[in-house]
Nanobody
Framework: QVQLVESGGGLVQAGGSLRLSCAAS????????IGWFRQAPGKEHEFVAT????????YYSDSVKGRFTISRDNAKNTVYLQMNSLKPEDTAVYYC?????????????????WGQGTQVTVSS
């Protein structure tokens, strides 16, 4: 079965950077997309970015475009989220999630496998 393990969260000042990692195992992901979502207290899951594993095609939410970069390392079966110019409003628990090609890449309900999440806190 699919396992996703996030790491790299922490506390950072506004304007700083963090890199999140999502180690994926349990199957081959060539026909999968791996997404990053975030959830702030009292809010729904919010789409952040997605990468189509074999194609390398990426999509971003407008709120992070130009500041965040999603990438993958095939040899390590790991997806990264490089977050630069962080803002206090980026504070949330960040989750990676996996889904086969097809379905909405923006809708959390289309992703069936999820990691445990990693906390990102940006102080002003």
């Amino acid at each position: 079965q699919v396992q996703l393990v996030e790491s790299g969260g922490g506390l950072v000042q506004a304007g700083g950077s963090l890199r999140l990692s999502c180690a994926a195992s349990g199957r081959t992901f060539s026909n999968y997309k791996i997404g990053w979502f975030r959830q702030a207290p009292g809010k729904e899951h919010e789409f952040v970015a997605t990468i189509y594993w074999s194609l390398g095609v990426t999509y971003y939410s407008d709120s992070v475009k130009g500041r965040f970069t999603i990438s993958r390392d095939n040899a390590k079966n790991t997806v990264y989220l490089q977050m630069n110019s962080l803002k206090p409003e980026d504070t949330a628990v960040y989750y990676c999630a996996a889904a086969p090609y097809g379905g909405s890449l923006y809708d959390s309900k289309s992703y069936r496998d999820w990691g445990q999440g990693t906390q990102v806190t940006v102080s002003s």
